[in-house]
């Protein structure tokens, strides 16, 4: 399977403590994203990469969340001290970052906490 | 105001029925436009690119007016499986990159 794909699928955890997801973007995209979808609402961006460097990170998100790509490949995105409004579907894409290349997404890791 | 922004629906539609909804998006500098199919609880799904004046592909027609901002989905001969969710989402560039950005959703029901 070359498409995009995340780890775990469903995490269920109590609140306040820590998180972590990882993504594997389509191996030649240089372009990564995460974003987090609630029941009812359109995928919101929480931040995004190009090769290793972190391009924006949304404002919405407190210093309780963290992402990382360290060697352009896969990533991360931790959450820590976890809140009951974390719970959510997190999604990942990957593209090739130009200005016409649509964006593949993996199945999502859903986060439910408890 | 986002970015953009969809009527979130739901569009109830006759099988067999026409349905056309719009995407409306703020920031002229938006170079490439697409629609997304969700279906409940999966990830969204690429159903058309829409690059300058529109594109069609099968029964699925989809329209940009760069001077009104907004672009269209227009679904013909309507079947059941095409009930799902449809998002716009708008390929911006900003002073870090390209980005792309995702309306609400529409949400489409088609019944019998």
């Known amino acids: 399977d070359t498409g995009v794909s995340q780890d775990p699928r469903h995490k269920i955890t109590k609140r306040g403590q820590n998180v972590t997801f990882r993504c594997d973007p389509i191996?030649?995209?240089?372009?990564l994203y995460w974003y987090r979808q609630t029941l009812g609402q359109g995928p919101e961006f929480l931040t995004y990469?190009?090769?290793?460097?972190?391009?924006?990170k949304s404002r919405l998100l407190s210093d309780r969340f963290s992402a990382e790509r360290p060697k352009g490949s896969f990533s991360t995105l931790e959450i820590q001290r976890t809140e009951q409004g974390d719970s959510a579907m997190y999604l990942c894409?990957?593209?090739?970052?130009?200005?016409?290349?649509?964006?593949?997404f993996g199945q999502g890791t859903r986060l439910t906490v408890v | 105001r986002k970015e953009v922004e969809q009527d979130p629906g739901p569009f109830n539609v006759p099988e067999g029925a026409t349905v056309a909804f719009n995407c409306t998006y703020s920031?002229?500098?938006?170079?490439?436009f697409f629609w997304y199919r969700q279906d409940c609880r999966k990830e969204p799904k690429l159903l058309m690119s829409v690059y300058s004046s529109g594109n069609e592909d099968g029964r699925f027609t989809a329209q940009l007016n760069r001077a009104s901002q907004y672009i269209s989905l227009l679904i013909r001969d309507s079947k059941l499986s095409d009930s799902a969710t449809y998002l716009c989402v708008v390929n911006t560039l900003k002073a870090a990159g390209n980005k792309l950005t995702f309306g609400g959703g529409t949400r489409v029901l088609v019944k019998p």
């Open positions: 894409a990957s593209s090739f970052g130009q200005a016409r290349t649509e964006a593949f």
């Open positions: 191996s030649e995209h240089n372009r």
């Open positions: 990469f190009q090769n290793e460097a972190q391009l924006e």
């Open positions: 920031n002229s500098a938006s170079q490439s």
